[in-house]
């Protein structure tokens, strides 16, 4: 019994806490030379949700989505949409940033 009582963590944060100190722990293959942290990912989506909750929710589109792909043999191609994806949320937080500094 006491194997179980030390196998759950005692807060979610402790969880959490321990996949960021421990990345890989369970790596699900997307593609065929691809793979993704899946307790990372969802890490990262709690996070961001923290502080955005849109963006946390289009995150865990991305991941939903990226898996089904991977099921459906299209792991490339949406692991490229992904990146096109964040490439593009990144772009227009940098020009947002840009264009507040001039008001």
């Not at 307790?39 to 955005?52: F, S």
């Amino acid at each position: 019994m006491k194997e179980s009582e030390n196998s759950y963590p005692k807060s979610n944060d402790s969880f959490w806490d321990y996949v960021k100190e421990n990345p890989g722990i369970i790596g699900l293959p997307v593609s065929e030379s691809k793979g993704i942290d899946i307790l990372g990912a969802l890490r990262d989506i709690r996070e961001t949700y923290k502080i955005n909750s849109i963006k946390g929710d289009i995150m865990l589109t991305l991941l939903g989505s990226l898996l089904v792909g991977a099921a459906e043999g299209q792991g490339d191609k949406m692991i490229e949409e992904v990146i096109v994806s964040e490439a593009m949320d990144s772009f227009d937080t940098h020009l947002k940033g840009i264009l507040d500094e001039g008001h």
